[in-house]
Every structure is written in C-alpha cells, then in structure tokens.
C-alpha cells in the first residue's frame, strides 16, 4: 500500500507547522526556568535542526489530541444540520434514493461521511474543495494549544519584565498577551467552525448534483458492465 495515498503533505504541515508554534512557545517558557543556562549551551547545527524538527512533528501530533478532547463538541456542532437552506428535503430525498432506507430519519455525521465517500468516488474534482476546508480546519485546530503556550509565555515574561526591570512594559506585555491571545484563539475556533460548516455544505451540494442528475447511477451501471 502506498503511504501518500493514505498521508498528504498537507496533512505532515499540519501536524508540523502548530508543532512549530508549540516548540518555539515551550523554549520562551523554558528560558523562564532554571533550565535557561543549560538551553543557552545547547549547540545550534544541522543535527540540532534535525531533532528540532523531529519533536515539532511530535508535538505537533500531542497536541492535535488534545484540540480534538477538547474541541469535540465544538466540531461536532453541524452534525445534525443540512446547511443548504431550502434543499434540506431534497438532500434527505437524494440520500435515499441512493442508499435506501426510511422515508423519514434524523440526518446525522453518519449520513454526511457516507455523502462524502460518494463525492470522493465519483466527483474527485468537487472533492479537492471538500479536502481542503477539512485541512484548514485541522491546522487552525492543531494551533489552538500552542496558542494557549504562547498566552502563558507572554504572561511569564511580562511578569519578569514588571519584577526586573520595567512595571510599564511588565504590565503591558501581560495585558497584550492575555487579551490578543484570547482574541486569536477566540477567532480561530470560529473559523474552524466556518470551515467545518462550508465543508458540509459544499459535500451535500455536489452530492445533490451528482444524485439528481443520475452521476452515481452512471458510475455503477459503469462499472456493472466492466465487471
């Protein structure tokens, strides 16, 4: 089985760009500690970039876990929803005029997966659309915990700064980075939202293009008569 089949390089960047984030952010925290001597004489070469990249891609993969615990219900927000105003009926129709079942019945996640393996077989073109919400939502979701490092970050160096040297730029740093983190994070989850709503909704409506004008009808009887 060929791996890039299965594993994009858009799906690698988006497990090590936040992974990135997330490791830049823990090194500004850890200069805060008493590991900040033995990090100043840690060596800058190839080797160094090497493992630097290696443990972004980690981390990375850490903390897209922990988005999705903690994002479930947030993501799962448009489960239950058709959003196609005044096609929601012709949706269900068309779902089951393709794969049968009851004439009446809650339309969940469930149903949606299974219109979008239709688009993926048959409509590869609408597909890429589909494919490419989804990765901007699973990126802005991989950021949000490294957001949070970062918050924490300006936090602590803006408290060193009001104990050291400046209680002006001390505080200030402190507000910015609590208050523009906030904003950020804030932003970012409703974005992923509207990626994940805007996937939903170009998913059905190729899939009622694609059923009502007989698409996956043609693509069986097609390959009926190749088998």
Partial sequence: MDISSRFSLTDFLAYLFPGVFTTIGLYFLLLLSPLKTSLANFPTDLNTGIL???FSFIFGVVASGIA????????????TQIPLIGFEKDVKREFKSVFGGKEEFKWTRTHFYLCRSMINQYMPNEMQGVQRQS???QLRMNLLPSMVIWIFAGFGWGLR???TSSEYWGILLITTSIILGIVIFTITINRM???DEREIRETLAAFLVGSTTGLFKKGKNSKDQNS
């Fill in 52 to 54: 630097f990249l290696v």
């Fill in 68 to 79: 999705e615990i903690l994002t479930q219900s947030i993501r799962h927000k448009n489960d």
């Fill in 135 to 137: 990765s901007l939502r």
């Fill in 161 to 163: 700064i009001f104990n």
């Fill in 193 to 195: 939202q509207n990626n």
